[in-house]
């Protein structure tokens, strides 16, 4: 079993890719309301909603339980792609790094895609990969761009 890994995937998503970004960069407040049986609070603990370096505190659920995320946050206008850096929180005390990428990559006029790449290490082999995590960024971006298609 690997002690280290990345997980790529892609959601093909409607909407543009900028409208997509703008809610993961500065929209985080709106995601109890959309997708509120995965992400319950989120809230800024230092800098701003869209700041290069803010931090942020997110309660989700994962596999039915309250979990707590905290992340450093970097954003890359350019290229349309926000990182959050794992700080602290459930699934840092099995995790050395657990950073998550979403990139909105455009497609077509009104379609992109967002491609989602977690980096983790594992703080021991005991631990299992972080699969689990994979699949529920999986489906916050895919359940968001309902919200973000009709925005």
Known sequence: MATSGTYVTEV????????????????NHLFPD??????????????????HGGIKIWNYT?????????????IDDVNKTMTARGLEGHV?????VCDI???????????????ITMIWEKRNDEVPE?????????SMVAEMQEHVHKA
Not at 130 to 138: A, G
């Open 12 to 27: 093909p998503l409607k909407g543009t890719a900028e409208k997509h970004y703008k809610r993961w960069k500065s929209e």
């Open 34 to 51: 959309t997708i509120g049986h995965h992400i319950q609070n989120v809230t800024v603990h230092e800098g701003e909603w869209d700041s």
């Open 62 to 74: 994962l596999d039915g339980k309250q979990e707590v995320y905290k992340e450093k946050r970097e």
């Open 92 to 96: 840092m005390e099995h995790f050395k």
């Open 101 to 115: 990428v979403v990139q909105f990559i455009p497609k077509t006029e009104n379609s992109c895609v967002g491609k």
């Open 130 to 138: 972080p699969s689990s995590y994979m699949k529920l960024v999986k």
